[in-house]
C-alpha cells in the first residue's frame, strides 16, 4: 500500500484532457516536490515532470502538473492513442528517509 | 549516447544472493545520484535504494533495508546492488536510473531478478 494514493485507472477518448491526482502528506508532498513518470508496456519507464510542472526536454506541452498543499495532479489535454501507459507520481519522504511512487494509475484511451 | 545497461539478473533460490551492475556512458558518471527501482510482476513501480555522489550517502526501503547494498564504482562508471537475504517478494524487474533536478532521467532497460525454489 503506497503512502501516495493515485486512482488505479482514468480513461479518456483522443482529444479530451485528463488528470490523475496524486494525494500524500505532510512528509512527502507536503515538503518535497513531485515527478511525473510515464510506463508504456515493455519500456523503462520515462520521466514526464520534475519540481511538480517542468518538463524535460523533448516532452510536448500537452502533459502539465501543479501541486497544492499535499497533492499533485498531472493533466494530459489533447489526448492521443500512444498516450496509453501507466503514470506514477513520485516524491522524497522524510519520515521514510526514502523515495516513494504512487500505486499508479493506468490510462486507457477509449 | 547517453545509456544505462544493467546485468546480473537471474534465478536465485530463497536466502541465496545477486549482485546487480548498471553500466553507465555518455555521461560524467561522477557526478550524479543513482537509484534503483523495481517492479514485481503485475505491480507497480518501488524505490529500492540510492546512492550519492558521495559514497557515504546511501539510503534503502524499508523492505531492503539490511539485505541489500548499494554502491558505485567512478572508475568503472559502474553501479552495483549486492541482493543477499532473497525472498520470493524481490522477484522484480531491477531498473538503474539516473537522478538529475529531482527526477529520475535516465533509466536502463531493466535486468529480471526471480526468486524461487
Known amino acids: 500500500q503506497s503512502v501516495l494514493t493515485q486512482p488505479p485507472s482514468a480513461s479518456g477518448t483522443p482529444g479530451q484532457r485528463v488528470t490523475i491526482s496524486c494525494s500524500g502528506s505532510s512528509p512527502n508532498i507536503g515538503s518535497h516536490n513531485v515527478c511525473w513518470y510515464q510506463h508504456l508496456p515493455g519500456a523503462s519507464p520515462k520521466l514526464l515532470l520534475y519540481r511538480n510542472d517542468q518538463r524535460p526536454s523533448g516532452v510536448p506541452d500537452r502533459f502539465s502538473g501543479s501541486k497544492s498543499g499535499t497533492s499533485a495532479s498531472l493533466a494530459i489535454s489533447g489526448l492521443r492513442s500512444e498516450d496509453e501507459a501507466d503514470y506514477y507520481c513520485?516524491?522524497?519522504?522524510?519520515?521514510?528517509?526514502?523515495?516513494?511512487f504512487g500505486g499508479g494509475t493506468k490510462l486507457t484511451v477509449l | 549516447e547517453v545509456q544505462l545497461v544493467e546485468s546480473g539478473g537471474g534465478l536465485v533460490k530463497p536466502g541465496g544472493s545477486l549482485r546487480l551492475s548498471c553500466a553507465a556512458s555518455g555521461f560524467t558518471f561522477s557526478t550524479y545520484i543513482f537509484n534503483w527501482v523495481r517492479q514485481a510482476p503485475g505491480k507497480g513501480l518501488e524505490w529500492v535504494s540510492s546512492i550519492g555522489t558521495l559514497i557515504r550517502n546511501t539510503y534503502y526501503a524499508h523492505s531492503v533495508k539490511g539485505r541489500f547494498i548499494i554502491s558505485r564504482d567512478n572508475a568503472k562508471n559502474s553501479l552495483y546492488l549486492q541482493m543477499n537475504s532473497l525472498i520470493a517478494e524481490d522477484t522484480a524487474i531491477y531498473y538503474c536510473a539516473r537522478q538529475d533536478e529531482e527526477g529520475f532521467d535516465i533509466w536502463g532497460p531493466g535486468t529480471m531478478v526471480s526468486v524461487s525454489s
Open positions: 513520485a516524491a522524497w519522504d522524510d519520515s521514510l528517509s526514502g523515495r516513494l
